[in-house]
């Protein structure tokens, strides 16, 4: 599966687990996507790229469904994952932001 694609689903799942009534309604809404969320998604992940500490090895995916943001992925620490949903919710447009993205273990 791909990473965008994994991305979409994680969504999804988030969304599902805050209300089933409101995906429903916004999947009738918008189908896979309302106006305006392919613009929010680009801009909250510009704005991350600006910051090297969020970049490779970490893994972020950004997905909107009616204006919300989900950020999911993998960090390597809980401030770089705060850092990026901090980011996210300064982002002009954002009403809102799940966050899933899990910290990294190394196993030590």
Known sequence: MSPRRRSE?????????LGGCTVVDTLRKCGAGCPG???????VQARLYQHTELL??????????????????EVATDTQRLDAVDIARATPGVPR????????????
């Open 9 to 17: 689903l994680l969504a999804l799942v988030a969304a599902a687990s």
């Open 37 to 43: 969320d392919a613009a929010i998604t680009a801009a």
């Open 56 to 73: 490779a090895p970490n893994r972020l995916y950004v997905s909107t469904l009616d204006g919300t943001v989900y950020l999911s992925g």
């Open 97 to 108: 932001v799940v966050d899933t993205i899990a910290i990294e273990y190394n196993g030590r």
